[in-house]
T-cell receptor
Framework: LAKTTQPISMDSYEGQEVNITCSHN???????ITWYQQFPSQGPRFIIQ???TKVTNEVASLFIPADRKSSTLSLPRVSLSDTAVYYC???????????FGGGTRLMVKP | EAGVAQSPRYKIIEKRQSVAFWCNPI?????LYWYQQILGQGPKLLIQFQNNGVVDDSQLPKDRFSAERLKGVDSTLKIQPAKLEDSAVYLC??????????????FGEGSWLTVV
């Protein structure tokens, strides 16, 4: 299982770009990296997924270096509503267990 | 498209009592997961079903927890007898295929259990 390490918490201000880095040193060759967002009293919600290089959608960008031992979630111009816990989750379709780490608690301030 | 449905939303029971949680995944999703999330921690996978078969239940405390997905659709997670440390949110999730290379896992809102 690919164990993940993320900062426990981060603070930011509205309008700033936020980058959250996750390390997954023992990621497997066929693992993808998925990021989830979780608000209080809700289940996690898919944000973005990638395998290598850069992926961008309407919500975020995901940067994965060539060695794939880390990934960085980039949230452009955060707002108060982006205050949440963010989890990175390496995994694949080979039936291995999908193990969440502790996540990063992002606080966006006015 | 309807999301993952869970019930009850909240439950308070005394220790040594039993409780059951129900989950209805997104229509057509073959894989169903039950997670336990203790306050302040990330979700921990308890059991994963592929249709009505168990893919992995290595982290399910089988002396007190049981889960079934008899017809490959709805699922029930039961705890009997409950302990204080079982107080947590029980999240059900589903995905179209096993694992998620290119798939997305969809979570329900969770069932909050308090054991007193």
């Amino acid at each position: 299982l690919a164990k993940t390490t993320q900062p426990i918490s981060m603070d930011s201000y509205e309008g700033q770009e936020v980058n959250i880095t996750c390390s997954h040193n023992n990621i497997a060759t066929n693992d993808y990296i998925t990021w989830y967002q979780q608000f209080p009293s809700q289940g996690p919600r898919f944000i973005i997924q990638g395998y290598k290089t850069k992926v961008t959608n309407e919500v975020a960008s995901l940067f994965i270096p060539a060695d794939r031992k880390s990934s960085t979630l980039s949230l452009p111009r955060v707002s108060l509503s982006d205050t949440a816990v963010y989890y990175c989750l390496p995994g694949n379709n080979a039936g291995n267990m999908l193990t969440f780490g502790g996540g990063t608690r992002l606080m966006v301030k006015p | 498209e309807a999301g993952v449905a869970q019930s009850p939303r909240y439950k308070i029971i005394e220790k040594r009592q039993s409780v059951a949680f129900w989950c209805n995944p997104i229509s057509g999703h073959a894989t169903l997961y039950w997670y336990q999330q203790i306050l302040g921690q990330g979700p921990k996978l308890l059991i994963q079903f592929q249709n009505n078969g168990v893919v992995d239940d290595s982290q399910l405390p089988k002396d007190r927890f049981s889960a079934e997905r008899l017809k490959g659709v709805d699922s029930t997670l039961k705890i009997q007898p409950a302990k204080l440390e079982d107080s947590a949110v029980y999240l059900c999730a589903s995905s179209p295929l096993q694992g998620y290379s290119g798939n997305t896992i969809y979570f329900g809102e969770g069932s909050w259990l308090t054991v007193v």
